[in-house]
């Protein structure tokens, strides 16, 4: 374990990775450089600052950064052009924000000339396999240090006891048995999982949901939003144009107001267990059928079918990790090319959890046609008769089988 | 056009197929037989005997089937069992009773000794598609008149001019325009196309929806169901086992209180161009989101994300009118095979528009495994060391391409 | 039929195009633009202009094209990026020449005005399909003429008697009864269907052949070559660079020469029947050994097995028409964003009909690392305890449920 | 460690298993039950038996099973009806054996009432995977005892040392450096790996292969064979109907005589890095190419593309070890049922390591119809005017496309 000797630790503050802060003190005796990122969870990091010059880290060993806009516009916008979802339902808010945490902890071990990187995710989740594929990724040869895997600290009692044996604060909610959740939230969501949602039969408390107001508790108005994309992304609302996490905090203001975007679900793990989660996702919740709503319009049938093939596959991909993976790379190669025309807007009504697709439209690249789909058209453009040989040969196959069939006494 | 002696006609007693009856009586001089279905539509059948008589229709020649059972039984519920969705919304509710009317009418043809079957869709639209493609499949030399491929009453006016000169009554609806929509309906769902639609940056108007209140004028208290499945396929509502059709009826009938299973969606359509649409499906909408549900907990992960990534290509096969093609009973015996440990109980709460998972159960073959999943387990069944080598040897192929790429300075 | 003023005809200079010209001159009454390509087929070209001139064609509208390089640069070497199979055998060599015709077809009706094309195509085959989808893409309001789908010439005899009363030249050999195969060539391969083929169970007759000996007929002694890559491309053939044409020539010579690339088979056409085929791709059938290939030591593993997975739905693009539509393109910006990597050099052993790959080597993008890969490595790259962790996690949900299973008994 | 009692060991009486048997009784102080099968890898088994009694294993304690049958019945057979191929190239010969191994190891276990069994695969191989996997999944609390994971006898020296302490006898190979390749052989195939293969651009030494003689060395006449098959399995050579086994031991007797079925590959191994194999399998190959050509006559031509779009994946779940896994259970539900039409016989004609297909024929469930493929049918069975119909709504979203395209100038 010696051979460490300067590790990256990405660095909440909080009591776990500061339980870990020290652990690699004292255990690898190496150096250690601490990494927090602002990724709109919503909290205050500079305590994470005082907290670390406690622990005798370097003020040039800790990093600070904010990442939202990187976040939304590098990752969560690129993710949500193919109508990603996991499993038919989860919008992947943790795992999407994982491959920049990696990729900014090795740009710190490359600019400190550490060695090692360290991080709070246990052995049993998803969150460990995306932190240290990405960094394997990104750099080959670099250490991880994953506490959860190593020490004995295995129960919330022995981690308590660490911590006030080596004179960490504890707060008052952990000494109460802590929180009743493991969560976790970036831009794009706030998640739930562990203790009182470990009965996927029981229906989670209310009080549990921290960014959405309950349906019930919703304004009994409802409000319309205009939406305006350019080659996939969001790009406006209501006609105001701001940076993408500015574009998303703003669907997450005015989604929770409305209840929208809670998930509960039991999700498969990529290391092999099922595991029930809630979720708030309320912009990534409107901006999803938003996004599908413009592409209807805009996209051609055969695109939008091979993208939805795909999409499973890409969803799981980004669920296991491998956002620094060429195949992913390989895939948004694909959907980045189809997005060239998705341009144009998207009208939803907002209305106690319901986002509600009222009208899309695009100047520039609509192939939407009401003179051709349309009952008594007659310019000329569709010729019915067409239809008849249509079918016909797409018969073929049956009918020449049905034959056999028939001949057979099938 | 003389080589017809006998057609079976899809006949719903309406305007439209009443012209088609007279056209077909005086353009082929053959004999009609007229097949009106109960799907659950929600109309009377009986008057369409009565206007067939009227026709000359001979009475042996009037068939009226209650198909509501067979038709959720064998088409709905097997569809659900993929988790079906055209396009990432379409529940397929006009497309999944066409395979079952086309199977009628070929009985009624091998019963009749009829040569010919006749429809009223246009030839614009998919059902065309569907009817002769399942014809064709059931029956390769039948012959089959599509009217509005082949007349030239290509416009309202002129329909409603060879109505009046032959006599066919025609209710003052029609005088006055007619429908603003162009409607289809069975236990699955209600579809609106047409007219007032065919911008699709209009919302639709509320008065146009027929089966569901608006989520405003639901109810303000929440209701909570619980729906058991059995191999997949839905089998008791709060506890009440009833016939198929049903349970699907009572799902609509509950969601449709709750202003559940609204759509409005622009849709590709097999004859190659976009449509719009708008539908209500409240049972079907409840059906899916609780089959899924019920499949996170029963369901392995893989097969869970093979029926994913196979759902899209079964969506378009149905959407096209394959069902009686052998790709899509192919992909039924896979999609059968795995429902066979889709059993238990899945608890919704139902609320202005929203059908919200709040629970799921199953006694017999629940997947998941708390003690596994938790952070705390520690009774051995997981050991978070492991998952160090699994990350290790997924990583590296990450590794040695990382490699190389530094060894080339990339 | 009046309305067409100019048609750009596929012209070959061979009896059925012929006789075509005439109709066209005849029936339409239109001027006529022919279009010659040269795509490596290996005949003359220039008398096709001399007969286009005996017709009356003014020499303006004659157009006799070298299109050898841009074939296969821009059309043969993108698919095999792919690995392109149709139907797990053919090469698809007639079926990539297609969109190339269209493209230029289109340009000559750009550049002289004209308002309709016309080819040789039958009603019955895939050919029809892949010009006119391609040019229908290109322009969407061209007119297209295609008399074998409008002609009443529907026999081989009506047809020479119409070519004898329009003064058309009959060859000798169409006298006898014409060649007993249809047959297409350019620069990837040379087919023959029809009369003699049309048994399937029947063996080709050995002097249908005309690019490859038979292995029989092949040297005894076996030839060795190596192939350059770059980027996924053949640049080189045993260290000499050429034009893309060129390369493919070379190869055809040799791999005729070895008796390699003949294939029988039984293949589904786009509309609708099964029609039997013979094939000639000696070149083609080394380039697609030695792509993948190297491949093998360039490409990472699931960007591999990505490719694999939509390669037959690529190769059904093209064999259907595609090939100008937009997912054609999406998935060609998959293919060609994974060949970056795909450089380096392969050595071919060519003996009687095999084609066998002996050797494989990237200087510069190599995945292959055999101090990985062998038993004794022990340079610490590879840590044979991973694999127990890695295994364990893979099998978690196998034994879940086998823990399921044996609670319940089964 | 001494948690073991009872250990099932598959054991080849070779020299590693020999180590190992010796190994396990030292390390676990366990009981050693050996297990030895007969796969056709054409070696006497019995010898094995006599080793195992040196080492005191007690008679009852020794297992030597002829599964021959069962091997190609149950797994070679269902494989092929997939059309099976990993990577484009290999035929999984290794792949397929390892579940059945895996699943009599098992059944030995609970007949022994052993608790553990171990194997002699390596820990940087796709075996290990394979074998536990397999175990796994047929009986979830295993021990598993992987000895090269585990001990530090990890090069030829030391187990050669090992051996030789123990009085276990080392023939004189083994004393001479061993073969210089690491072999496996069943009745699909043998493969080699390591030691002189381990470049990857140097060609393999002819003295090598072991199953087929060179191309050059086979005969100068061609052989042809007749082969039946019923719902997609071989039942016939020749007209002579065998058991399973007895078919694919006689295809690669004749296949070997004209040199079929040599490969030399880079394949991408499931625990991530690349290796070099070559392969025989004149059986195998044989057995591919006919099953393609009685399934081109007799398949759906979408029935066939499913299962070509399935296949790799299919392949990948060999390959890496999920014979047991519900997931490829449900692929052969759906496989399976595909077979049923697979009837008839095909003609291959052998030479000098080609298999020409030369002609497929099915009494009962030819799809093949030459009077509607053929140019002049005119029994009017097809209408090639309908072709124009089918074309035009195929391009119709083409159209719209290009016409936008075209109103923006683009």
Known sequence: MSDVKKAVLAYSGGLDTSVILKWLQDTYQCEVVTFTADLGQGEELEPARAKALKFGIKPENIFIDDLREEFVRDFVFPMFRANTIYEGEYLLGTSIARPLIAKR?????????????????????????????????LKPGIKIIAPWREWDLLSREKLLAYAEKHGIPVEMKHKQGGSPYSMDANLLHISYEGRHLEDPAAEAEEDMWRWTVSPEQAPDAAEYLDLEFAQGDLVAINGKA????????????????????????????????????????????????????????????EVAHLKD?????????????????????????????????????????????????????????????????????????????????????????????ANLAARRGK
Chains 1, 2, 3, 4 share one sequence.
């Open 309 to 401: 093939d795909l999409m499973p596959r890409y969803a799981s991909l980004i669920y296991n990790g491998y956002w620094w993976a060429p195949e992913r790379r390989a895939l948004q190669a694909l959907i980045d090319h189809t997005q060239q025309t998705v341009n144009g807007s998207v009208r939803v009504k907002l209305y106690k959890g319901n986002v509600i697709v009222v009208g899309r439209d695009s100047k520039t690249d609509s192939l939407f046609d009401p003179t051709i789909a349309t009952f008594e058209d007659d310019a000329g453009a569709y010729d019915q008769k067409d239809a008849g040989g249509f079918i016909k040969l797409n018969a073929l196959r049956l009918r020449i089988a």
């Open 105 to 137: 902890l090795i740009e710190i071990v490359n600019q400190t000339g550490a060695d090692a990187i360290s991080h709070g995710a246990t052995g049993k989740g998803n969150d460990q396999v995306r932190f240290e594929l990405g960094a394997y990724a």
């Open 242 to 301: 701001m940076p993408a996490h500015e574009l998303l905090a703003e669907l997450n203001r005015i989604g929770g107001k409305h209840g929208i975007g809670r998930l509960d679900l039991v999700e498969n793990r990529y290391v092999g267990m099922k595991s029930r989660g809630c979720y708030e996702t309320p912009g990534g919740t409107i901006l999803l059928r938003a996004h599908r709503a413009i592409e209807s319009i805009t996209l051609d049938r």
